[in-house]
């Protein structure tokens, strides 16, 4: 008798996933939020209210945000829900509630105990209160966040009240509202009068600062950058920075804005179309508009949209259909999203999506400026292959530095491309070594609910006719770690030999070659440009046993590689000529002054290519770096075992890796650098499913 | 037979892999050539011809001066070359001397570097000579507008060495 059939075997497993379900209906996954270049924040995107995990959390119509100056608590007012939600940036996002019932209503007190109705916009006040727009009541309510009270700040007054007392103001809507540190003010939109109100906050007095002004009749969005106020209009095109006027007006009824006389001007900073939010750092000012293809412009330094892709290098924004960033999507003329920026981190920004309940995050990262345009392999400020990433490191970040020669940024994917007609989409900085690490180090760690974000810098060589990657390395590296606070460095030697720099510029004083090519000195014969000393006698040596060969009386190459390094006689000058670099960058790391304490590391990866490769390379790298005292990162068992599998080697004419041969790589790469604990990474999950 | 087949094919797979020094595929074309039809030093885009082409080293007893004229070779294998070479090189050190520099000897290499990489830098194995001159700045003509300013005579006045390779 058949015990169990087919059906019969489908029909337990199935209930063992029932009784799995039952047993543990509310064992949410333990996740960390990812920080990449778009993310999610908080939110499900489902209409709702559920306090708890960044990814299960529930809002209905999440407007304003405000970050606690520390950035450690974004706060969301919660539109629909008529309560104010906290994000706690510091333990993975969780989502909590500050104040307010649910029910729409009045009533100040306790924060769980206090009514709003409809909270659309918040500011945070450096003593540590958060100012409320309350829509509904047509309030500014004040959260105090150490002792959780809630009270009036302005507003409810009685019709015909003058300027001056803010509770005895009446507003008629109130839309847009930032706190100003300079005068330690208040300023907040009223659209419907026109009108832009300062409330300083010391003195707790309350006068117009624009009325009735022909650019701007219904002011919108408020926004602070340094040292001056910006605004825009809900509906008419502009950003306009505020004047300051010293003419004062005379008292005003309030709600008349027609019979009001004109007070305060603007100047136009630049032309934006619906202008939504305005939000600022340092010098940098960034408009959210309502333009599906430039949905933010930065204004300032340089006014320009933001590009945004994928991190496979694909364009989120019109006009590719259907792939518009749902931080963006369905927002609309009146809508009141949240915009605010990152304090620690420069250049990130979090938004609020009221149609898709979720509150997500980008980054300004001048991605469009990366990609290689028409042949030309455009670099950032630090002259490297990468994005133009903060000097100053966010909160909780490891930053990798990988140093290499093309093998580690240069893709043949035109395979993937050209049936498309794309060729010149081929070459994405998301394609390179130093991304797919990155990328694939962050899901590690989100998914194994490690508290680390890493930022991986692409520092691929870029003289592309030499071979040696430790000398450019130590000319590259120290200003790296300096400018990025690169907390590891990470070497990527190949099989690649090369010796062409000795012959480019006379060695410095440390007895390596030059950084910079010397005409005359290389114009030289080969023989003549060293008289003495460990490379001449190291080349002598070389030429003896035919190691070495002159095809010119400039070009002199190796002879067979798998030779030279296993020779006795050669080894040691060898390992002291190519390692030299090297140590001298060791030694050269420990005085440089990075913005973190934190010591950088140095190691030596080495990565065969050729999986057929000898061993006789890797046993030459490996000698190199412990007589460096260096970590040796050997992926050569790992290529030999998986290359066969995966092939990630393109075999084409430029001879380096697919697109998916990089995947294989950083996998690799990780297994390496976790099991031999060179990055931090401590999974906080003890079991699946459970945190810590 | 089979086993030969194997080996044939797995010596094929590792010559592939064996290769050394890949260079990525993209190609970076040179920059668009002017050729002077009616030479004269008036009609030479000198600043543009230099710029990104010229490396100069001040070494205190000398300033070196190193022009890669490939791109611009066209205009400088004709029959009055010397006289050609000689104008771009009295043009390099006029605009390009540096400003910190106090040596009165120049030395001037000119070079053609046939191959550039992928990235648009030279690849300097395949450099090829093409002409040393070494002169005093003070000896240099102020300005060479005809022919005549650099007759045989005249070069050899002004300069101490000039090497054609």
């Known amino acids: 008798m058949k015990l169990f059939s087919k059906s019969r075997k489908t029909l337990c497993f199935l209930s063992v996933e029932m009784v799995l379900v039952c047993l543990f209906p509310l064992a949410a996954k333990a996740l960390s939020p990812m920080v990449q270049f778009q993310d999610l924040v908080a939110g499900s995107g489902e209409a709702g209210f559920e306090d708890g995990s960044f990814y299960s959390a529930r809002f209905n119509g999440p407007a304003g945000l405000a970050v606690s100056d520390d950035g450690s608590f974004l706060y969301v007012a919660d539109q629909q829900n008529n309560r104010i939600r906290v994000v706690r940036m510091d333990d993975k996002n969780k989502v909590e509630t500050l104040a307010g019932t649910g029910e729409a209503g009045m009533k100040d007190g306790p924060a769980t105990q206090a009514a709003f109705n409809q909270p659309t916009a918040l500011a945070y006040l450096p003593d540590d209160t958060l100012a409320v727009i309350d829509r509904g009541n047509l309030l500014i309510r004040l959260i105090d966040l150490k002792t959780k009270m809630v009270s009036t700040l302005a507003g409810g007054g009685q019709a015909g009240s003058a300027e001056g007392s803010p509770l005895k103001a009446v507003f008629t809507n109130l839309w847009g509202m930032t706190y100003f540190p300079p005068d330690q003010s208040l300023y907040f939109s009223e659209p419907s009068a026109g009108i832009v109100w300062r409330l300083d906050l010391k003195t707790k007095t309350l006068e117009k600062v624009l009325q009735a002004n022909s650019q701007v009749t219904r002011p919108g969005a408020v ?17 306009y920075e505020l004047q300051k006027t010293t003419a004062k007006p005379g008292p005003t009824p309030f709600a008349t804005p027609a019979l009001a006389p004109t007070t305060g001007a603007v100047s136009l900073v630049c032309q934006a179309q619906n202008v939504l939010g305005l939000a600022g750092w340092s010098k940098n000012l960034y408009a959210y508009q309502l333009d599906p293809q430039a949905p933010i412009l930065r204004i300032f330094p340089d006014s320009a949209p933001l590009t945004f892709k994928s991190v496979w290098g694909i364009s989120l924004i019109n006009p590719n259909p259907g792939a518009i960033l749902p931080h963006f999507k369905n927002v609309n003329v009146g809508d009141r999203p949240g915009f605010a920026a990152d304090p620690r981190s420069p250049g990130r920004f979090f938004v609020s999506n009221p149609y898709r309940g979720v509150v997500c995050s980008f980054r300004d990262l001048r991605q469009a400026e990366m990609d290689q345009e028409g042949g030309e392999t455009i670099v950032n400020s630090a002259k490297i292959h990468d994005f133009e990433y903060p000097s100053v490191k ?6 990798i530095l990988l140093v290499g020669r093309s093998y580690i940024f240069w893709t043949d994917n035109d395979h993937l491309f050209e049936k498309k007609g794309l060729e010149g989409e081929s070459q994405q900085f998301m394609h390179t070594l130093a991304k797919r690490l990155e990328i694939s180090l962050n899901t590690k760690a989100a998914l194994e ?29 120290p200003d790296l770690i300096k400018k990025y606070d690169v907390d590891l460095v990470l070497i990527m030697q190949d099989e690649g030999f090369g010796i062409e720099s000795y012959f480019r510029a006379p060695l410095t004083s440390d007895g390596i070659p030059g950084d910079n090519l010397d005409p005359e000195f290389y114009l030289k014969p080969n023989m ?16 003896r046993k035919k190691l070495l060969v002159a095809s010119s009386e400039k070009v002199w190459s190796f002879t067979d590689i798998d030779a030279l390094v296993s020779d006795p006689e050669v080894h040691k000058p060898l390992i002291e000529m190519m390692g030299k670099p090297l140590f001298l960058l060791k030694r050269k790391m420990t005085s440089v002054k990075k913005a973190s304490d934190s010591p950088c590391q140095l190691a030596l990866c080495y990565f065969p290519v050729n999986p057929f490769t000898s061993r006789k390379k890797r046993i030459f790298w490996k000698d190199l770096a412990d007589e460096g005292k260096l970590p040796f990162l050997d992926l050569s068992d790992d290529f030999a075992a998986l290359g066969y599998s995966y092939y990630p080697y393109s075999g084409g004419e430029s001879a380096h890796f697919t697109v998916n041969g990089m995947t294989l790589f950083s996998d690799v790469m990780i297994h390496e650098l976790v099991k031999q604990k060179l990055i931090p990474f401590e999974s906080t999950k003890d079991e699946v499913g459970a945190s810590k | 037979m089979k086993k030969l087949f194997c080996f044939m094919v797995l010596l094929a797979g590792s010559q592939i892999w064996a290769r050394e020094t890949p260079v990525p595929a993209v190609t970076t074309l040179p920059a668009p050539v002017t050729v002077i039809e009616k030479w004269g030093v008036e009609a030479v885009p000198w600043d543009a011809w230099f710029k990104n082409n010229a490396l100069i080293t001040d070494k205190g007893e ?3 001066f190193f022009w890669n004229a490939q791109d611009f070779k066209v205009n400088f294998e004709v029959k009055d070359k010397k006289t050609r070479l000689a104008e771009a090189a009295l ?13 009165d000897q120049v030395k001037v290499d000119i070079v053609y570097v046939l191959e550039r990489d992928s990235y648009g830098l030279p690849k300097w194995d395949s450099l090829q000579q093409v002409a040393h001159l070494e002169f005093l700045r003070s000896k240099a003509p102020k300005s060479v507008k005809k022919k005549t300013d650099l007759t045989a005579a005249a070069m050899k006045k002004v300069f101490d060495k000039f090497e054609l390779y």
């Open chain 1, 394 to 399: 966010p909160k909780g970040t490891y930053r």
């Open chain 1, 223 to 239: 926004g602070e950058c340094d040292g001056k106020i910006y605004l825009a209009d809900l509906t008419l095109p502009g950003v």
């Open chain 1, 528 to 543: 003549e440009k060293f008289r003495s000393g460990f490379v001449k006698d190291f080349f002598d040596l070389c030429f």
């Open chain 2, 91 to 103: 043009e390099l050190v006029k605009r390009l001397y540096p400003v910190d520099a106090k040596a």
């Open chain 2, 62 to 64: 000398y300033v070196h």
């Open chain 1, 449 to 477: 609910d490690a508290p680390l974000h890493y930022e991986v810098l692409n520092g691929g060589m870029h003289h592309g006719s030499t071979n040696e990657i430790n000398l450019f390395a130590y000319y590259i590296t």
